[in-house]
T-cell receptor, first 112, second 117 residues
Framework: GENVGLHLPTLSVQEGDNSIINCAYS??????FIWYKQESGKGPQFIID?????DKRQGQRVTVLLNKTVKHLSLQIAATQPGDSAVYFC???????????FGSGTRLQVQP | GAVVSQHPSRVICKSGTSVKIECRSL??????MFWYRQFPKKSLMLMAT?????????EQGVEKDKFLINHASLTLSTLTVTSAHPEDSSFYIC?????????????FGSGTQLSVL
């Protein structure tokens, strides 16, 4: 399953399918990006990061893709599991900014 | 990853009282910590940057006298919500920066749900 931009804040997928969560970031000068996972009532958990000199980075079951031309970031989760159900935030940082700026988030619901 | 401990996880208080929230880096030293506020189903809003040994830097619109931040050591930052009112009810989250400029990561505490009656 895939969501497009921030107009679909909830993404529902079947267990075992691949998920793609998208994020449009705001600042063309941003050089560092992170994806976080937040479960209900908990703090965000680091998933994966990528610097602007890369366009792809892979982790365990997750891949982050960066398209600087259109200021777009995506998180791909392979073989989505019920435990992946959470809200996912992208965050960006740019030179001179002392803290991360968070996107509005996407809720991922995994149907068993 | 690095561990950031935040306490309490939940607090209920009467209007007019002050509430202190602690944020500790357990296995690393954090010269910089951040405090965020999050409303239900919303994203994280940066409130302030806590710098060890110096005054916190507040974001525009955040009342310094309302949200007191103290970063007295390299492992502890505290946020005190003074004279809390129901509109201060929210989820507060701290985070600490690990690493140098080129490889820094941000790790979060588990958050504090504040409910002001």
């Amino acid at each position: 399953g895939e969501n497009v931009g921030l107009h679909l804040p909830t993404l529902s997928v079947q267990e075992g399918d691949n998920s793609i969560i998208n994020c449009a970031y705001s600042n063309s000068a941003s050089d560092y990006f992170i994806w976080y996972k937040q479960e209900s009532g908990k703090g965000p958990q680091f998933i994966i990061d990528i610097r602007s000199n890369m366009d792809k980075r892979q982790g365990q079951r997750v891949t982050v893709l960066l398209n600087k031309t259109v200021k777009h970031l995506s998180l791909q989760i392979a073989a989505t599991q019920p435990g992946d159900s959470a809200v996912y935030f992208c965050a960006e940082n740019y030179p001179g900014r002392r803290a991360l700026t968070f996107g509005s988030g996407t809720r991922l619901q995994v149907q068993p | 990853g690095a561990v950031v401990s935040q306490h309490p996880s939940r607090v209920i208080c009467k209007s007019g009282t002050s509430v202190k929230i602690e944020c500790r880096s357990l296995d690393f030293q954090a010269t910089t910590m951040f405090w965020y506020r999050q409303f239900p189903k919303k994203s994280l809003m940066l409130m302030a940057t806590s710098n060890e040994g110096s005054k916190a830097t507040y974001e525009q619109g955040v009342e310094k006298d309302k949200f007191l931040i103290n970063h007295a050591s390299l492992t502890l930052s505290t946020l005190t919500v003074t004279s809390a009112h129901p509109e201060d009810s929210s989820f507060y989250i701290c985070s600490a920066k690990v690493g140098g400029t080129l490889n820094e990561k941000l790790f979060f505490g588990s958050g504090t749900q504040l409910s002001v009656l």
